[in-house]
C-alpha cells in the first residue's frame, strides 16, 4: 500500500549529471502483511489444529486396539460356544447357559469402543478433506508468488530490505517537501509529554521512552519495543535525579538529553548505568516559561537529533526572543556553533531538525502547518507552507528522528507518528 511502502518519485537528472529523486520512507514497525501472509498463516493454524487432532486419534485409536486384542481370544471362544450350541441345543444346559452369559457380560465394554471407532472413522474421512483443500489452497498461493517456497521468500524480502536500507543510505540530506497523515501509536498520560525511540543506536534496537507530563517529572518508562508500548507491557522505570521542564527531551545513542527543572542547565542521563554523565548551563537560555513555545509548559529549551548530530533550540534576552538553534557536543554538552534564527519562539507551536533545518509550525493548535525553514548550511531562511494535520488539536511535543526518518508527537494525550518527504540528492554514483 502506497501509505505503507516505499515511494519513489519523479526521478530526473540534474544539469550537473546528479540524480534526483523525492522519496517517502515507511513507517518503521506499521506496516501489516498482505493478504498472501495473512492467507498463509492461516493455513499454518489449520494445519497445526489438524496435526494435534491427528495425534490425538493416534493415541485413542492405539489404546482402543490394544482393548480390542486383548478380547480377540474371548470372543474365538465365545465363537466356538455359540457353534455348538447351535449345533446340538441339547446340549446346552443351565450351567453351559450361565458360561456364555457371563463371556457376553465381559464384552460389554466393547460395545463404547466401536462406537469411538465408528466417530474416529468419521473424524479421519473429514480431516482427509481438511487436508486435500489444504494442497489447493497451498498450491493456488504458491502459483501466485511464483513458485517460491516460504523460506526463499522470506530471504527475497530480507535481501530487498537490505537494499532499500543501502538505498536510503546514498541519499543526501533533503528538503521537507510534504508531511504524511498522522498515524495514532497509542492514546495514553496526559495532555502534555513525551515519547521518543534512540535516534541513533541500530535498528535491531527498538525500545520506547516515555515522560507523561511537563514539569517536575523524573519517571521514565523504557518500553522493550514498539508493539510493548502500544499494549503498555515489559518496561522497566528509570528515576531521574533531577526533574525535567518541558517536553524537549531526546535519547541520543543510549543517553536521556533533558532540561533540569528551575533552571537552563542541560542533563545527560545515562540509561545502562542510571547515572547522570554530565550536565551543564547553556549561557544566557531562557527558562521557567521565559521563552516557551506557543503552548507554554516550560518549553524553553528543545534538545533534538538529526543526521549531523545533537542540537539546542532554545532563546535569550540578548537576542530579544528569537529561536536560536545550537549544535551541541554530546560527550560535554559544550555549544560549539549557535545560530540566531530571527524567529520569535512564543509564536512557534512547535519545532524540529531535519538535516540541519529548523522547521518551525506556526501554531499548536489545529489548522498548524509548518510555517519557517532556517537553513544552519547557509545561515539564511524562508518562510514555507506545509500542511501539517494536527488531529488531536494540541501539540507539545515534536521531534524529528534520523533513523527512522519520521515525526514523534504527542498530541493532546495521543503518541502519533508522521511520514515525511524529503527532496533528496544521491551522494554516490550506482543503481538504486
Known sequence: SPDEGWQVYTSAQAPDGKCLCTAVIPVQGTCSRDLRSHQLRQLMEKVQNISQ?????????????????NTESLMRGLDSRLKVAAESQKSLNARSFQELKDKMTELLPLMPVLDQYKSDTRLIVHLKEEVRNLSGSLLAIQEEMGAYDYEELQQRVLMLEARLHACMQKLGCGKLTGVSNPITIRASGSRFGSWMTDTMTPSADSRVWYMDGYYKGRRVLEFRTLNDFVTGQNFVQHLLPHPWAGTGHVVFNGSLYYNKYQSNIAVKYHFRSRSVLVQRSLAGAGYNNTFPYSWGGFSDI?????????WAVYTTNQNAGNIVVSRVDPQTLEVLHSWDTGYPKRSAGESFMICGTLYVTNSHLAGAKIYFAYYTN??????????????????????????????????????VIYNVTLFHVIKTSGEL
Do not use: A, C
Not at 302 to 310: A, I, P, Q, T, Y
Not at 397 to 413: A, F, I, K, S
Open 53 to 69: 487432532s491427528m495425534e490425538v486419534l493416534d493415541l485413542r485409536t492405539y489404546r482402543d486396539l490394544q482393548y480390542v486384542r
Open 302 to 310: 528543545d534538545f533534538m537529533v538529526d543526521e549531523s548530530g545533537l
Open 378 to 415: 547557509t545561515s539564511s531562511y524562508e518562510y514555507t507552507d506545509i500542511p501539517f494535520h494536527n488531529q488531536y488539536s494540541h501539540i507539545s511535543m515534536l521531534d524529528y528522528n534520523p533513523r527512522e526518518r519520521v515525526l514523534y508527537t504527542w498530541n493532546n494525550g495521543h503518541q
